[in-house]
């Protein structure tokens, strides 16, 4: 009827909605296990791990995320303990003040970022000129104004978290603590702190997602210390590689993993807070058929987790004994053909085309384009330079290839005491 | 000591109303006024060298601004056409990429703010998911996609929709698609926030009057869901104006974004000054808008960001 | 008794703003005593609590505890402790660490708190429960956790705001008797904040009675209730009806009022107003509905009323009886229930008598709105 008609076109919408969003990630993710060069799923060539070790051998890549969890630990510092600050402030601001006040600290939200980063960058230079300290001052240094530059709009976010606990707060309680004779410093760490713990908590893993994956701030204020996201964006745009699905598919995987994991947790949570509330709870839990270990009974996403944990440790273990060399040889052999037959071809029609020329009239001006020409029809038309060559691939895989062989099982690459001598 | 301060530090104790206060005057003073006042300053200042810094040629001028309207001076040009032309493409494409945005995610966040059930936090967790990817790697995952040996082509011309890869970088459709697809969260988010605590007995009313869906829809649930929209709306303008990774991985050799104008000021081209003008300039519009959709919806400061 | 420590307000004074929260209070506490501020909410009565604990500094005037004053000391600093209306509780923390926070402060040792939060949950009736959250206690354990927690911090003052206001009807009343125990048992000073006259008459030494930041009487419960000295204090404390009118004559201790309606009438002028009234004053004269009794029909002079009958209703332990009063205001008569009969006088008049002592003149003034 009219309407099942409904429901079926929601959950076709669902789905192409889905489609769109997670589509994207899980291309990638197949991408970092294609052996091709360039970064696709189709058409599939090998299974290969070789993009891992290649990943892990990468000093920028490991360099970035060294300078990105030192920044985003600075900036989980200084936006949390601002954010909470001002969320405080705000509670208790002159109520005149109250709507400027909050207008201020919104507004880094809105700011564009690279507005943020210019901001940070002109005015702690002037700052440092002014204190007559040199270009290799601390202020001018990367990693304060990449932590400040951040901290000026994660802030925000962190102050919004809190201030929704804060909410919830009753003033009295600290007041209680006062006149129990607390100081002000003991009944802030006794009683408010472990009352905003919680949201200090998620504060805190909001700045640091933030601050990691934070580009448009960063690209201005990074200076000697380009994070992670900084390097990413580089390689990105300055050719594609599927080292970079690789990384990719870990951190799809690390935050999928996180994400069922904050689930399970929460719902474990609310399975003791039921089994407290009605001793027959418990009863129907562990009474049940099945005797699954309590962390599991009802717990659907814990469940997941398990199954998680299970399938990382053997596709990582599959990785380690797997070699994808046959089969590499074997795609590598197909494309010399199809590339041999490709320049044959093309030698064919430059021959035809002589043929022709020397059979026309004799124009200098005609045989120019048609050189230019000759080339884009080999096949690099796209924008993207030499990377859709497949002469410039295959150039490539031949010098690549005494690296592969001393290399071959992907993860376990990075322990192979080979792949030290052969880089 | 003024009252107030006095009955602050009476309530806050001397160590930490010290602390805090510090804390607050360090991030609204040090970290957002006086910096957006500095680059406001620059962009009136010619590009020196350091060393004439406070020297006779540093005084302030509108040279900056003028050039984003005229270009460079004896350039034989009456106006900046191609940074004018990025600016306002720009501004469209942002509207357009909101507007999109909205249309795709406001069926979601009807659906997930009226619907109860274990699903609902699967749809959730499949939401937030994507958004804890860094942005470049989900431009890097739409660029995969729309490239020319790309999964999309790859199926298209499968079905025989193209004979040759069709080339959506050159064409902006994988610059836009990227814009939508990273700010999806940040329009849903607010829109299902206002939707959640709609009564869903006001919409059995309607229908119970007989009012169509999108009767229902129009009065009823639009209106009441204005703040997030507006909210949405302002949060992806705002992104989408001002990204900056979207457009440099996914954006054609040939067509710019304004941020990216920015970007070449500051490293290419070494023209601070002028770079700031422009960062100001964006900064200016972006306010606009935002006062805009404030006034057009009727919402206060207090509802966006939420 | 031990003597406790007493409290001095002297001409405390506390604004915010234009707004002028409390007027010129006195009051002097004595040591060992259970004080109470009584007054409609928003009287400033919270307000002096707050100046006395420490939370807000009196814009004019001196706190005096134990004869030492306490401007410059905060909260922390002060030897009282705070029940608070909603107890505040910290609810992360188990009974028995919320008991001995203020132990805790000073650097107890976690067997130390154990053993005295054991000692105090013994004395509050509520043994082996101290592992419990906050969460998982009903009202009045609540509230018993709560005393025990200030107790703790062996204060000299027990400043209490409305502590049982949440509670229900049958646990007031018997907190009521259970705080006076405890107060006596510990022999300290409590200051005591409610709006609820009966909790303040039944547990009180002395009552200072508030309206609109001013302290109208100060007294212990007897004297307020039988000798108001103003209208306030008579029309709040207890029901009360009044009738309007002028002053004819004064001799003595009595005036004689010209009513509105009831025509003139003979009462006793309050202590404090004693010498204070003339002719032709605005005064009013409340009568207790206790204090009035059935007289003889017709009966005519300077102590009785007669007016229309415009309800009765039985109570069990009265009857009580609504006739025309003055002002749109009732006059309610409650006769004891001493298994007499009692004809129905609905819609007739009555006539009623009184005994002089028991009315009583003040000038006129605000009444207490219900």
């Not at chain 1, 609310?270 to 717990?299: D, K």
């Not at chain 1, 038309?381 to 990377?387: M, P």
């Not at chain 3, 703790?152 to 206001?165: F, G, K, M, Q, R």
């Not at chain 3, 229930?337 to 605000?366: C, I, K, W």
């Amino acid at each position: 009827m009219n309407n099942s008609a409904i429901r079926i076109s929601i959950w076709i919408y669902l789905a192409i909605f889905f489609a769109y969003l997670l589509g994207p990630l899980v291309i990638m993710s197949v991408t970092a296990f294609n052996s091709s060069e360039f970064p696709r799923a189709t058409p599939w060539e090998c299974l290969t791990f070789e993009w891992f070790s290649a990943l892990f051998q990468d000093e920028r890549i490991l360099n970035g995320i060294k300078n990105s969890i030192i920044i985003g630990f600075g900036t989980i510092v200084l936006s949390v303990s601002m954010g909470l600050a001002g969320a405080l402030m705000l509670t208790q601001i002159w109520p005149k003040l109250r709507a400027t006040y909050y207008t201020i600290i919104i507004a880094p939200i809105l700011i564009p970022g690279v507005v943020l980063g210019i901001s940070t960058l002109v005015f702690w230079d002037r700052v440092n000129r002014m204190l007559g300290l040199g270009a290799d001052s601390f202020l001018s240094s990367g990693l304060f104004l990449t932590v400040i530059g951040q901290s000026t709009f994660i802030a925000s976010y962190c102050m919004l978290v809190l201030v929704a606990r804060l909410q919830r707060y009753e003033i009295v309680q600290t007041e209680a603590a006062l006149d129990l004779g607390a100081t002000h410093a003991q009944a802030f760490r006794k009683v408010m702190l472990p009352f905003m713990r919680p949201a200090i908590a998620s504060a805190a893993v909001l700045a640091f997602l933030a601050s990691f994956e934070n580009y448009n701030t960063t690209t201005f204020t990074f200076g000697e210390y380009p994070t992670l996201t900084i390097e990413l964006a580089q390689k990105v745009r300055y050719g594609i590689t599927p080292a970079i699905s690789a990384l990719a598919f870990i951190i799809v995987v690390l935050t999928v993993f996180a994400a069922v994991a904050n689930e399970a947790n929460i719902k474990r949570k609310e399975l003791a807070a039921a089994a407290r509330r009605g001793e027959t709870t418990v009863g129907q839990v562990s009474g049940g058929g099945i005797r699954l270990p309590r962390f599991l009974a009802g717990n659907s996403a814990a469940v997941l987790l398990v199954i998680l944990c299970i399938g990382t440790i053997t596709v990582v273990g599959t990785a380690t004994a797997y070699s994808p060399d046959q089969c590499v040889a074997d795609i590598r052999e197909q494309k010399r053909l199809e590339a041999d037959e490709r320049i044959q071809e093309l030698r064919r029609k430059r021959d035809e085309e002589n043929i022709r020329k020397f059979k026309g009239v004799f124009d200098p001006e005609d045989i120019a384009p048609e050189e230019e020409a000759a080339p884009a029809t080999g096949g690099n038309d796209s924008g993207f330079g030499g990377v859709f060559d497949p002469n410039a691939l295959s150039g490539q895989e031949e010098s690549e290839a005494p690296s592969t062989e001393g290399n071959d099982s992907g993860f376990g690459g990075v322990f192979d005491p080979n792949s030290l001598s052969s880089e | 000591m003024p009252g107030f301060l006095k009955e602050f530090f009476n309530r806050n104790g001397i160590g930490m109303g010290s602390l805090m206060l510090g804390l607050v005057l360090f991030w609204t003073i040090g970290l957002i006024i006086l910096p957006q006042l500095s680059i406001l300053d620059f962009s009136f200042r010619p590009n020196l060298p350091p060393p004439e810094y406070g020297g006779p040629k540093d005084v302030y001028t509108l040279e900056n601004y003028r050039y984003l309207v005229f270009g460079p001076e004896g350039g034989g040009q009456d106006y900046n056409s191609v940074d004018l032309r990025v600016f306002f493409r720009t501004l469209v494409a942002a509207v357009c990429v909101t507007l999109f945005n909205l249309i795709l995610c406001y069926p979601i966040a009807y659906y997930l703010g009226q619907n109860k059930g274990n699903h609902m936090r699967i749809f959730a967790l499949m939401l937030i998911i994507p958004y804890w990817i860094n942005e470049i790697l989900r431009a890097f995952a739409l660029r995969i996609i729309f490239g020319e040996s790309g999964v999309l082509n790859t199926v298209l011309m499968g079905l025989g929709v193209f004979d040759t890869p069709f080339d959506f970088i050159r064409n902006d459709i994988a610059l836009y698609a990227g814009l939508g697809y990273a700010y999806i969260l940040l329009m849903i988010f607010p829109i299902y926030n206002v939707i959640e605590s709609l009564d869903r007995n006001q919409i059995e009313a309607a229908r119970d009057m007989g009012a169509s869906w999108p009767m229902i829809h129009k009065r009823v649930v639009i209106p009441y869901a204005k703040p997030g929209i507006s909210s949405g709306c302002t949060m992806v303008f705002m992104l989408s104006a001002g990204a900056l990774a979207a457009p440099q991985i996914l954006g054609g050799p040939s067509s710019l974004w304004f941020t990216q104008l920015i970007y070449q000021q500051f490293n290419d081209n070494n023209d601070w000054p002028q770079g700031a003008a422009y960062a100001i300039v964006l900064l200016a519009v972006c306010i606009l808008f935002v006062l805009a959709v404030m006034r057009m919806f009727k919402v206060n400061m207090g509802d966006i960001g939420k | 008794m031990s003597a406790g420590v007493g409290v001095d307000l002297e001409n405390i004074w506390i604004r915010f703003g234009d707004f002028v929260a409390v007027r010129d209070a006195n009051v002097n506490i004595n040591g060992g005593d259970f004080f109470s501020f009584l007054g409609p909410s928003g009287c400033g009565k919270t307000t002096i609590l707050r100046a006395v604990s420490g939370f807000l500094e009196p814009s004019e005037g001196n706190v005096l505890i134990g004869g030492q004053n306490m401007q410059g000391f905060g909260p922390n600093k002060r030897p009282t402790a705070l029940i608070f209306q909603n107890l505040a509780l910290f609810p992360l923390m188990k009974v028995w660490e919320n008991i001995t926070f203020s132990l805790e402060i000073k650097g107890a040792s976690s067997a130390e708190r154990r053993k005295r939060a054991d000692e105090l949950l013994d004395m509050i009736a509520l043994p082996g429960q101290g592992d419990k959250l906050p969460s998982e206690l009903s009202g009045g354990q609540k509230q018993r956790v709560a005393i025990a927690r200030a107790l703790c911090a062996e204060p000299d003052v027990l400043l209490l705001d409305e502590p049982l206001s949440a509670l229900d009807l049958k646990l007031r009343q018997h907190m009521r008797t259970e705080l006076r125990e405890i107060q006596q048992r510990v022999g300290i000073t409590f200051i005591y904040i409610t709006h609820d006259q009966g909790e303040a008459l039944t547990m009180s030494d002395d009552i200072a009675v508030m309206k609109a930041g001013v302290i109208d009487q100060i007294a212990d419960g007897r004297t307020i209730y039988n000798d108001p000295s103003t209208a306030f204090c008579a029309s709040f404390v207890g029901e009360n009806n009044v009738f309007r009118g002028k002053v004819k004559k004064v001799s003595g201790d009595h005036a004689m009022i010209s009513t509105n309606r009831s025509g003139d009438l003979m009462a006793r002028i309050s202590t404090a107003n004693q010498g204070k009234m003339k002719e032709g004053d605005d005064a009013m004269m409340f009568i207790r509905p206790e204090a009035l009794a059935l007289a003889p029909e017709g009966a005519q002079g300077d102590h009785f009323v007669t007016a229309q009958v415009t309800n009765e209703e039985f109570e069990g332990n009265s009857f009580n009886i609504f006739m025309e009063g003055d002002g749109g205001k009732e006059i309610k008569v409650s006769l004891p229930n001493l298994g007499q009969s009692f004809d129905s006088h609905r819609g007739q008049p009555m006539t009623l008598e009184y005994e002089v002592d028991n009315a009583v003149v003040v000038p006129a003034g605000e009444l207490a709105t219900e």
